[in-house]
C-alpha cells in the first residue's frame, strides 16, 4: 500500500509557475513508476507527465511538454511537477499517481489532488 499526499497548488496568473509536490508513505517509494494526471471541471480525467522508477526517463502529454517537468526524489519520497508558461487551460485538479505509465488503468494508487487554478 502506497499513501500519497499532493501539495502546492493555487491561483495564479498565466504565464506564472507553480511547482506541485507529492509526497508517498508505505511501501518504498523508489519501486513505483509514478505520474501526474489532472480533471478540469466537467472534464475526463487526463495524462500530463510519467516517470520511471530511478527518474531517468519521462514523457509528456503533448499539452503540456516543453513546459512542464516531472521529477522525483526517491530519498525523500517526493514526486514533483514544476509547471511553467501556465495557461487558463492547465486549471484543473491534479493527481499524483503509483505504479503505471501513461494509461490511467494502469496506476494502483492514487492521491487526493490538489487544485489548480490559472487566471488570464
Known amino acids: 500500500q502506497v499513501q500519497l499526499v499532493e501539495s502546492g497548488g493555487g491561483l495564479v496568473q498565466a504565464g506564472h509557475s507553480l511547482r506541485l509536490s507529492c509526497a508517498a508513505s508505505?511501501?518504498?517509494?523508489?519501486?513505483?513508476?509514478m505520474g501526474w494526471f489532472r480533471q478540469g471541471s466537467g472534464k475526463e480525467r487526463e495524462f500530463v507527465a510519467t516517470?520511471?522508477?530511478?527518474?531517468?526517463?519521462?514523457y509528456y502529454a503533448d499539452s503540456v511538454k516543453d513546459r512542464f517537468t516531472i521529477s522525483r526524489d526517491n530519498a525523500k519520497n517526493i514526486l514533483y511537477l514544476q509547471m511553467n508558461s501556465l495557461k487558463p487551460e492547465d486549471t484543473a485538479v491534479y493527481f499524483c499517481?503509483?505504479?503505471?505509465?501513461?494509461?490511467?488503468?494502469?496506476?494502483?494508487?492514487w492521491g487526493q489532488g490538489t487544485q489548480v487554478t490559472i487566471s488570464s
Open positions: 499517481a503509483a505504479g503505471g505509465w501513461r494509461k490511467e488503468s494502469e496506476y494502483l494508487y
Open positions: 508505505g511501501r518504498t517509494f523508489g519501486d513505483y513508476t
Open positions: 516517470i520511471g522508477r530511478s527518474g531517468d526517463y519521462s
